[in-house]
DNA sequence: GCTAGGAATGTAACCGGTTACAGCTGTGAC
DNA sequence: GTCACAGCTGTAACCGGTTACATTCCTAGC
């Protein structure tokens, strides 16, 4: 492992020097800068990390918070790879990385008696480490616990949840347009009686998805019927229940829209289990288009997310909060319907 | 940020007995740890980890390398997820965190002009942050270099690639007794002309999963036909393609074994395009147990893998490294065959 | 009573960078 | 010729821990 000093010795300057040829080129003359290049290159040296991070009180490293949520043990993030991919190689552009805190459960388990303040533990970890930053990705359980950082003024950049602080800001879909565009879809078809079973409730990406649907039924000249409402929580499971309660009402919808893939299948298998044809009696439609949408027979008609952008979009506003200090406009990213077959279109 | 000095002031001890009570708690008095972490508890202190990595020379953190094959684009690894989890609460629970490296064409971009011994930077990485190990998860690109790490002597743990070396190991599904269980299934059924379609070649699994293959007929009793193997890539389009050309032989296979769920799928949509009913005409079996394989329909039976225990394998065969030095055995996880209904056994 | 030896603790030198400050040199203005 | 000032570089004090070695104190053995 070479150092500096070593590279200081052979260029025959000073470790401050080799410091600067590296932290602010511009301070060095152009002979010195580019002798201590050559040789820093040819002896393959790079900065140590630890030692930077200690004498700079900040290190290169941003913190992503991601945890199952364990009340919902089955849930998973709809496309966490394409989230990292589009996140990891946007920091890396800028010689930032990513390191994974262990939170919740794994931390709870080692620190039982943690403080509230922290409840769980990411705080101490951001310092510990010194962060230049933050990812938060809601898993529905912490959500709560983000306003915490958001405060905190470390640069924080949240995914699918509102936040806000001196140096926070968030990254979403834009949900509403996007359910808007999925229900006038739907009318266009000619469905009149277009039912919706929702995210679960205090979830804002769910809030954003109905608002979305009213709107979209208020563009259409629809009018809104509340029991063709239902809740449900993304999970597939509530998306077979709720469609089994909207088909037991009078006058039964015609169409669907799910808040998400997965309950939009849950969906497709009630209206199967009901003896209804999609789409010929039941058109469907969900929102995400994970993989298994293109999937099913029929293959779902849903508002997909950009999501390599959320990554990309996330490291962005995280980037500018490092470098300029406040917080940037949320994002949200534009959504776009996909159509298939579950809706009726494609006949 | 409260730092071992002002404890040691309140306690009116040194430095070094702080960092002792931490580190080495045996050598110090009863009387004297218990005051100061007593009062470190008060004051939440917690040490610094680029300082103690700095004069440790090595840091808790373990090293990530995952990227896409950029020459295979749409490549998902089929449980990253399940593999993130188990891994970071494992190794959380012994204090390590997981940095996850930007490589491949993130850092080519960067640094156009990488040496041959660490293409990719991984190795320059793990320098600059004194990582205490690696993790390496196969992309299909990179396998050729791990094996720079596999003799550096740094502790390495490869998922799915064999990787031998002086503190190196890795992790995989028994892949041959998987195949070769679903093997027996199938023949079991009555099957005796049976097919598959294999993955890409010079892959570890997959070589070992059409091993299986060949173990499970000689085992049943039924001759191997050269004809009725296959090579595919593990992608959706190579079943497809694959199942058309099986299905095209003289006496064409009644079952066949997919060495990924995806190519299963993709063999299930060949099946149905050539006007066959699985599994009655024919049937399916998978490899892997994604999210996907319970929602095609008919259901894809497969062999699962321990989708969690891959993480939870790797972080200790890791942590035994850390701390032992020297390299355990690989680590083969069980599989486990579930049968839904492409195979025809549930009727 | 004296000493060997172990336990507990302190001292200070690291680890490898960054950066405030000071010093040196050379140029142009007066 | 002197001085102001800009440009470049070196010195040394950090950053916050860890740990080899030295020191002190106490007890057991003779």
Redesign the pocket.
């Known amino acids: ?8 010795q052979l260029c ?9 040829v ?3 080129p ?8 580019e002798h201590v290049e050559r040789v820093a290159r040819e002896l393959d ?4 990390e ?3 991070a ?4 900040r290190s290169a490293m941003v913190g992503l918070v991601w945890d199952t949520d364990h009340r919902r043990p089955g849930w998973r993030h709809p496309f966490l790879q394409d989230l990292l991919l589009g996140l990891k190689s946007a920091l890396s552009s800028h010689g930032y990385h990513l390191l994974m805190l262990a939170t919740s459960d794994d931390a709870r388990d080692r620190n039982p008696g943690v403080s509230l303040a922290d409840p769980i533990g990411y705080v101490s970890m951001t310092r510990r480490h010194h962060l230049a930053g933050l990812v938060l990705i809601d898993s529905g359980t912490d959500a709560e616990a983000f306003t915490a950082f958001a405060q905190s003024g470390l640069p924080c950049v949240a995914l699918d949840v509102a936040l806000a602080g001196p140096r926070a800001t968030y990254v979403t879909s834009d949900n509403a347009a996007g359910a808007a565009e999925a229900i006038r879809h739907l009318a266009t078809l000619g469905h009149d009686r277009i039912a919706t079973i929702t995210g679960p409730r205090g979830n804002a990406p769910a809030a954003a998805r109905t608002e979305g649907y009213l709107r979209g039924l208020a563009e259409a000249g629809l009018p809104v019927r509340e029991d063709f409402v239902v809740t449900g929580d993304f999970y597939r499971e509530s998306g077979f229940v709720g469609m089994r309660r909207l088909l037991a009402r009078k006058d039964p919808p015609t169409a669907v829209f799910a808040a998400s893939d997965e309950m939009a299948v849950g969906a497709l298998l009630a209206a199967r289990a009901a003896g209804l044809r999609v789409p010929a009696d039941l058109a469907v439609v969900g929102f995400d288009d994970i993989e298994v949408a293109s999937l099913v027979d029929p293959a779902l008609t849903t508002v997909a997310q950009d999501k390599p952008g959320f990554g990309t979009a996330a490291a962005g506003a995280l980037l500018a909060m490092i470098d300029n200090s406040g917080a940037p406009e949320p994002v949200r990213l534009p959504t776009k319907l996909v159509v298939r077959d579950s809706c009726g279109a494609t006949r």
Chains 1, 2 share one sequence.
């Open positions: 492992m070479v150092t500096a000093r070593e590279i200081a025959g300057v000073s470790v401050a020097t080799v410091s600067r590296f932290n602010r511009a301070t060095v003359s152009t002979t010195t800068r040296f790079s900065p140590n630890s030692a930077r200690l004498s700079r009180q």
